[in-house]
């Protein structure tokens, strides 16, 4: 079976972006009505957050099972975890660039003693528990039940990972399991399917409250600092994961075209977790193996936040020039080794990009947590640069561990970003089962 094209005006990407317009429209004009919108935008994301934990594990599950070594799987983690490293390095260091040369914050003279620190009391409470180490720890759950009914990601993908290396090492006695697993698999992206129907919905009603609630003229106090913080996510997108992509021999643009349907999505519900499930079954049809997906894709949202990485670091040095506090070299490059530790836990907590920078500026010293009230009002705004960054961050990273695998089928890949038909994958199939080496 080959893909059937639509009309564009049938299109689900067609419709998020009137979604989306609507919304912008009725924030606007209707800033109560738009407030009132709120729970729909949350309720869609929590019904794609429902479906999360039982597809990853699915996912992973049926992929590592059906590899021949297990030391693929450390392997794969291995690559992955340092292409995650390197990139976020190169984040930080682009936001720290940037930041210095635009110096959104200078003339604002902000006094710490003045500032609402009551406002980010909690931020500042949670900060003290957020230590690498305590990050670490949760990785681990209480139990396994607890990990699928809270959603946490990494409690679940490492329960995944040990079930698929189980599943491997008992060979022929586990093939029953693989195929319910494979059904169960098939059936759950059905469902999200169903639930992404409601997309446009969700992202309109989101924005419409992110409107509605803020306010346009929100943008205009701190309006030097957004336009930073897009023109680097941009920079970021268009420079550093462009060149990565043509080295790993595909065009960004045509990627980028490929999701954009997810695109509109985060940008609506200023949330890259709404498309997780969609995103690793693009990047199965796409011609990466089911196997490096299902590593890649749960982890590097929480360890490959390239846009959370640039944000961080442009607000940490916000405050640092908004409260006239001078940062000597060594203190920047300091942020961005602390940065490099604490950000990875941004995703795993609600507020957690507040928390992590507020556990980051405590270890700095010299910057005043109490300067994150400067931030409070516009930080909404500049969710939906991290969170498409992070996505597109996170589909460059599983095209180029991929490769880097031999696990990428390069020629169904071409027809994918061309546009052309190409055969549906049967459900449970590995995307690379006869990838180019």
Known sequence: MTVKKHAFYHTLYFRVVCG????????????????????????????????????????????????????????????????????????????????????????????????????????????????????????????????????????????????????????????????????????????????????????????????????????LSLGELMAGVYMTCILFVFVVLGLVARFAGFSLWRFLVYIREEIFIVLGTSSSESVLPRMMEKMERLGCDRSVVGLVIPTGYSFNLDGTSIYLTMAAIFIAQATNVPLTLGDQLTIIGILLLTSKGAAAVTGGGFITLAATLSSVGKVPVAGLTLLLGVDRFMSEARAITNLIGNGVATMVVAKWENAFDAKRAARVLNGDPVEELPSGADTADNPVR
Not at 54 to 71: D, E, L, S, Y
Not at 88 to 98: C, H, M, N, P, Y
Not at 103 to 121: C, E, F, K, M, V
Not at 123 to 138: G, P, R, V
Request: glycine share 12%.
């Open 20 to 219: 989306i317009v609507l919304g912008i429209l009725i924030g606007i004009l209707f800033p109560d009505t738009g407030k009132m919108l709120g729970p729909l935008g949350e309720a869609f994301i929590k019904l794609i957050k429902m479906m999360i934990a039982p597809i990853i594990f699915c996912t992973v599950v049926v992929g590592i099972a059906k590899m021949g070594h297990m030391r693929d799987v450390g392997r794969v983690g291995i690559k992955a975890l340092i292409y995650f490293e390197v990139m976020s390095t190169f984040a930080l260091i682009i936001g720290l660039v940037v930041v210095n040369v635009l110096r959104p914050g200078a003339g604002i003279n902000a006094d710490p003693a003045t500032l609402d620190s009551l406002a980010i009391a909690d931020y500042a409470s949670a900060a003290q528990h957020h230590t690498t180490w305590q990050f670490f720890m949760n990785i681990i759950p209480t139990t396994v039940v607890d990990a699928f009914a809270k959603g946490e990601i990494l409690q679940v993908l490492l329960f995944s990972i040990l079930f698929g290396i189980a599943l491997n090492r008992v060979g022929t006695h586990g093939a029953g399991v693989i195929r319910f697993l494979e059904e169960i698999g098939r059936v759950l992206f059905q469902i999200i399917e169903m639930i992404m129907q409601l997309a446009p919905i969700g992202a309109g009603a989101a924005m419409a409250m992110t409107i509605g609630k803020y306010g346009l003229g929100t943008l």
